[in-house]
């Protein structure tokens, strides 16, 4: 991907969490990129689902505050409320962010996340939106 198309995007992104911000004390952030270090499914708590990203979402600056998320600094899970617990998003569509986190970690992908910190779950911020990076193509001699 070229340079100026990376920009795009990343001006795109922080567009999209500044469009869906809402609250005057909450804000949504686009991380840029992060690593899943690992996930986690429970039937009853956090939602049901959720990921361990690095960074974490405590240390992700909001798009329109330049803050840090009002996210726990002590842990870097994030839940994608696979149950409907909070009622922000279909357990269908929950479940399939789900699964690209799943998938960036298997592959060892990196990440674009933007987090909810109004929203959360015992505790911890809800994702409203994950997108997969391209792969990083390493130009050859």
């Known amino acids: 991907m070229n340079s100026q198309l990376t920009a795009k995007v990343k001006s795109l992104v922080t567009v999209l969490a500044?469009?869906?911000?809402?609250?005057?004390?909450a804000e949504l952030g686009a991380s840029g990129s992060v690593s899943v270090i690992s996930t986690l499914q429970d039937p009853v708590n956090y939602g049901g689902c959720m990921a361990r990203i690095d960074p974490g979402p405590g240390e992700i600056v909001g798009a329109t505050t330049?803050?840090?998320?009002?996210?726990?600094?002590?842990?870097?899970?994030?839940?994608?409320?696979?149950?409907?617990?909070?009622?922000?998003?279909s357990k269908s569509s929950a479940q399939?962010?789900?699964?690209?986190?799943?998938?960036?970690?298997?592959?060892?992908?990196?990440?674009?996340?933007?987090?909810?910190?109004?929203?959360?779950?015992?505790?911890?911020?809800?994702?409203?939106?994950?997108?997969?990076?391209?792969?990083?193509?390493?130009?050859?001699?």
């Open 18 to 25: 500044f469009v869906a911000s809402s609250g005057a004390n």
């Open 66 to 89: 330049g803050s840090l998320l009002d996210c726990p600094l002590d842990d870097v899970f994030v839940s994608f409320d696979c149950l409907n617990f909070s009622g922000q998003t």
């Open 96 to 141: 399939q962010m789900f699964q690209t986190a799943q998938l960036a970690y298997v592959a060892g992908e990196k990440v674009n996340v933007v987090v909810d910190d109004s929203v959360k779950l015992n505790g911890f911020c809800l994702v409203r939106r994950i997108d997969l990076l391209p792969k990083t193509i390493e130009s050859t001699p």
